[in-house]
């Protein structure tokens, strides 16, 4: 929590860290040279940003408040880490390389800093950071650790919005209410949109928000109430981070989207795998724990998970190969460790946990919802990894696993249990190469044409020629920087 408030003074205490670190055992004489040269570099960045902050600000835009506050400190810590940068003796410490930057394509993204009512203030209750809808949290935390995160708007390509939209628990039942979702991002878009000039620059093409429920920005648990809404006005030219994906036309899936993993917490994920390991004995053939109405209600005319899980129900419940059960247990995660083949059919939505949860404990994901369209399939082999039962097919489940049983499952094993593969769905603190916030920055420099910064070289940008000169100067040290630091 202190971290999310306060990343700012984190990093830059990081930063102080090393430096003090690497002071120790330089020769004076280099250090001298070094520190000569580098007090002339820095007065020139300073002179630099100090230019191209009076050019680039009015000083009408000092509002007294909160926000434009945090945009002076973003300024002034840009400085402080680009003279961090460059201040540091230890050269061969600049050098190690970076894990996570791969090939990101030097992508920058900028984390809106928004009063604490749309975000941090959820976090109160610790479910919001746990629950399956967290990856709203989990994705900011890793941005405002990342490396790709820069504390300049100005040299942003993509500008990260983050609301907390899942974390209003009912006191009834516990459930979500997502009632308040468009009016708590209607409300961030206003105020971002006055108070900064990026979002009207772009309409907000180039900025990010997640919508991690059931049906993605249509912010309704129920099909046909999210396919009449959808996704608000104001929201449909960004892009989207979203659990819900098909691979049909969809209302809710009709903007710029990335397709996004459900949260599963990577801690519980190692505790679990630290007492049985995902290649050791598996005694459940086939596993499922999750709701399984046997009399399902006609809401509306439909059926939860269209009656398949029924069916699954009807079908195998009495069969010794299938250990199906209908209630909450919180050690499930040591049952799925334990079984070969893990069902994956569809609830409301097409989409579950389970499947995070059945790859990275090493059990074959049997994904059962029509159209389903799954997360970063370029860097997740699903027709390696998985099998696909058509919801109609759900009678022969037995014999389609058997069948697999008897000729390639230990190959889908082989592939499934890759730890590359076991990684990319998990969300950590810190981005990890390859992990599912890595994958989020992946995505997003595949989409660096949206990009303001990336465009503006081709020669559209629209500002005054010194503040571009300056601008692309200022670029130029950082990059310099960026390279001696990651290579
Ligand atoms: C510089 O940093 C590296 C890696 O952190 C360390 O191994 C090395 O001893 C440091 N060198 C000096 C001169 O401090
Ligand atoms: C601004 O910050 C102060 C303390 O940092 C806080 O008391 C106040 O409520 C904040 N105002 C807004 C509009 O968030
Ligand atoms: C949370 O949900 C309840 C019930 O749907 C609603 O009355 C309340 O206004 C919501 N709270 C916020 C802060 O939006
Ligand atoms: C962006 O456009 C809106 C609507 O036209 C306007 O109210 C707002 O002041 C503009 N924002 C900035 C920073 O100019
Ligand atoms: C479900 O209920 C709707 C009315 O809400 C009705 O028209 C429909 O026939 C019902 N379907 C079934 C299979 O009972
Ligand atoms: C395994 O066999 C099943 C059915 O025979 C097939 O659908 C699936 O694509 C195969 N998977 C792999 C990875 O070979």
Known sequence: ????????????????????????????????????????????????????????????????????????????????????????????????????????????????????????????????????????????????????????????????????????????????????????????????????????????????FIASHDYGACFH?????????????????????????????????????????????????????????????????????GKMEVHPKNISGRFYSKRVRTDIWQKYGGDRRFYLKRHRFPGYQSEIVRSVFCLCPLGWAPWSPRLVESVALGCVPVLIADGIRLPFPSAVRWPDISLTVAERDVGKLGDILEHVAATNLSAIQKNLWDPRTRQALLFNDHVLEGDASWQVLRALSDKLDRSHRSSRGSGSGTSHPLVESVQERQRAAFDGGRVTMRR
């Open 1 to 208: 929590m202190v971290e999310i408030i306060r990343p700012a003074r984190n990093r830059g205490f990081y930063v102080r860290m090393r430096f003090l670190h690497g002071r120790h055992g330089r020769q004076p004489e280099k250090m001298f040279c070094f520190r000569y040269f580098k007090w002339i570099l820095w007065f020139s960045l300073s002179f630099c940003f100090f230019i191209s902050f009076l050019i680039s600000h009015s000083p009408n835009t000092h509002k007294p408040n909160n926000l434009s506050l945090s945009k002076s400190l973003s300024h002034s810590e840009t400085i402080f880490a680009s003279r961090a940068l460059f201040e540091s003796p230890n050269i061969s410490a600049l050098q190690q390389p970076k894990p996570h930057q791969g090939d990101l394509k030097n992508l920058k993204v900028y984390v809106y800093e928004l009063p604490s009512r749309y975000n941090s203030d959820w976090l109160a209750n610790e479910r919001c950071s746990s629950h399956l809808f967290a990856s709203e949290v989990a994705i900011h935390k890793a941005m405002l650790n990342s490396d790709v995160r820069t504390l300049d708007p100005w040299q942003a390509d993509f500008f990260f919005v983050p609301v907390y939209v899942s974390c209003n628990f009912s006191t009834v039942n516990g459930f979500p209410a997502i009632g308040h979702a468009r009016p708590l991002l209607a409300s961030a878009v206003q105020l971002i949109s006055s108070e900064f000039p990026f979002w009207n620059r772009s309409s907000g093409s180039d900025h990010v």
């Open 221 to 289: 648990a129920m099909e046909h109430v999210a396919m009449a809404d959808g996704i608000p006005e104001f929201l449909k030219k960004s892009v989207i981070l979203q659990t819900f994906g098909v691979k049909y036309n969809h209302p809710c899936q009709d903007v710029e989207n990335v397709v996004i993993p459900p949260y599963v917490s990577p801690e519980k994920v190692r505790s679990t795998l630290s007492k049985s390991p995902a290649e050791g004995r598996r005694d459940i053939f086939v596993f499922f724990r």
